[in-house]
């Protein structure tokens, strides 16, 4: 990989030990994977911000750092809602490790937004180059958005934030972008909620792994290839994926799907994840809510009352922009938070079993907070919340 002569000034230790330290880590990772030059970005997404994952050891790594991020930088959703962690249940032995960490990411100048949505809080263009780590918030930014972004870890996304560039490899190619598999969907147009998109995600991630899919025969809107990107990110390796006529790359290019492999998925057979089981408690909003899912369920709580612990997860700038749909929600009994979400948060360790409308929470449930899990639409988890449908069905 070949530096420019600012770049070699930083690794020498001109620029202070902090910034070599992250240049060498860019230049690491660009060797490894055969980067022939960094490349500038327009913003950066740091994960490892949760005390919950990172512990002890991730939080002396970060406050030992002396520098400042040279572009937009936001964290992943963290282990609580920063004003509401008592309501949650959080003690307060991990609220201080937790603000500590925060604190130590301010001093880096990270913005103070714990978001796997960051495309809702700044504008993010077709064809710019990103350090984002979140899996669905980088396949949403590949695939609906036609940014371009590796799955990058913690470490190497606060390298390209500090510096400013990453490496040029992987999906900042334009030919590493094309698709591999094709997935032809039957009985697509009966998919109209998040759940159905995420357990098609779901199922598609554990039948095509890393491999880029092009879907056929789905007509999914904004939240649902939200829905669809972050369910296969989990079961899968899915950092971009293709559906045919609606997704800006598939648009853009003249793909020739010729040859590819054909994987055959039909309605019925992803509906068989749908199982229903008896839930304690219901949450959504993963990855955390957009202002248009805040507002469906804004509406499906009208006028009724939760009878089960009811989480809603978005963002602190999506909730403070909506605040009528915050208080409706609320005053159903149900409670939104911001800053966490119900993966990364030690609270949701508490409960039996979760109702979730997201394929990608129903992959991680499980094993993340140990708890059992049941996928539905929003409807659905509404209804069994408020127990229009029996909770136990
Ligand atoms: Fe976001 Fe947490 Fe889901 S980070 S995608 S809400 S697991």
Redesign the pocket.
């Known amino acids: 990989m070949i530096l420019s002569p600012e770049d070699e000034a930083i690794l020498a230790g001109g620029e202070g030990e902090t910034r070599a330290r992250m240049m060498e880590i860019l230049f690491a990772l660009g060797k490894v994977y055969g980067a022939e030059r960094l490349i500038p970005i327009a913003s950066a997404q740091v994960s490892g911000a949760s005390y919950k994952t990172i512990g002890r050891w991730g939080l002396d790594w970060i406050q030992h750092l002396d520098a400042k991020v040279s572009v937009p930088t936001v964290l992943?959703?963290v282990g609580m809602d920063r004003l509401k962690w008592r309501d949650m249940g959080i003690s307060p032995e991990f609220a201080k490790n937790q603000e500590d960490v925060l604190e130590a990411y301010r001093k880096l100048g990270v913005i103070m937004e714990c978001t796997?949505?960051p495309y809702y809080l700044y504008i993010t263009r077709y064809g710019e180059h990103l350090a984002w780590s979140?899996?669905?918030?980088v396949a949403y930014a590949n695939s609906v958005i036609g940014a371009r972004t590796n799955r990058e870890g913690g470490p190497g996304a606060l390298a390209a934030a500090i510096i400013g560039k990453t490496p040029e490899y992987g999906l900042h190619l334009v030919k590493a972008r094309v698709p591999q598999v094709v997935i032809r969907v039957g009985g697509g147009t009966r998919m109209h909620d998040p759940a159905h998109f995420g357990a098609l995600g779901y199922r598609a991630g554990t039948l095509v792994g890393n491999r880029i899919p092009i879907f056929e025969g789905i007509r999914p809107g904004r939240d649902h290839l939200k829905a669809l990107g972050?369910a296969m990110a989990a079961s899968g390796a899915v950092a971009l994926f293709h559906v045919k006529d609606i997704t800006p790359d598939s648009r853009i290019f003249s793909y020739s799907t010729e040859g590819l492999e054909v994987i055959s998925v039909e309605f019925d057979e992803i509906e068989t994840c749908m199982k229903k089981v008896p839930v304690d408690a219901v949450a959504l909003?993963?990855?955390?809510c957009s202002p248009e899912e805040l507002t469906r369920i804004a509406e499906l709580l009208e006028g009724k009352a939760v009878r089960i612990p009811v989480f809603i997860?978005t963002s602190r700038d999506v909730a403070a922009r909506h605040p009528r749909e915050v208080a409706a929600i609320e005053a159903s009994g149900a409670r939104v938070y911001a800053d966490t979400?119900?993966?990364?948060s030690p609270a949701m360790e508490r409960i039996g079993t979760i109702m979730v409308n997201?394929g990608?929470?129903f992959a991680?449930v499980p094993d993340m907070c140990g708890a059992g899990v049941r996928l539905g639409t929003t409807e659905e988890c509404i209804d069994v919340a408020t127990q229009q449908r029996d909770a136990v069905a």
Do not use: D, I, L, R
């Open positions: 992943n959703p796997c949505t979140e899996s669905s918030a972050a909003g993963c990855p955390q997860f979400c119900m993966v990364v997201s990608k929470a991680y």
